[in-house]
């Protein structure tokens, strides 16, 4: 019964930033493991971050380490992806994710596009 609304996609430019959110609604009464995974074209699906139920410290993949920072508001229900310093590679339909009691919910994606 979790659905997901996400927000912030947009076109910038290199060097740019974003900030991407996903808030999660639904008589579920808990909080869930939140991420997000992106696509590019002729690409398949990469994980980029995730954080826990507890929102604690973040897990990234090495491409955007050090430069993504996801969050997560607990009494909103909701997560951000903090994305600084783009480059062009990071273009991709960007992806949230709830990982509930009944399986995985996924939003239905927001496009950033980086132009150089």
């Known amino acids: 019964q979790v659905q997901l609304v996400e927000s912030g996609g947009g076109l910038v430019q290199a060097g740019g930033s974003l900030r991407l959110s996903c808030a999660a609604s639904?008589?579920?009464?808990?909080?869930?493991?939140m991420g997000w995974f992106r696509q590019a074209p002729g690409k398949e699906r990469e994980f980029v971050a995730a954080?826990?139920?507890?929102?604690?410290?973040?897990y990234y993949a090495d491409s955007v380490k050090g430069r993504f920072t996801i969050s997560r508001d607990m009494a909103k229900n909701t997560a951000y992806l903090q994305m600084n310093s783009l480059k062009p590679e990071d273009t991709a339909v960007y992806l949230c994710?709830?990982?509930?009691?009944?399986?995985?919910?996924w939003g239905q994606g927001t496009q950033v596009t980086v132009s150089s």
């Open positions: 639904g008589r579920t009464g808990s909080s869930y493991p």
């Open positions: 954080i826990s139920w507890s929102g604690g410290s973040g």
């Open positions: 994710y709830a990982d509930s009691t009944i399986g995985r919910k």
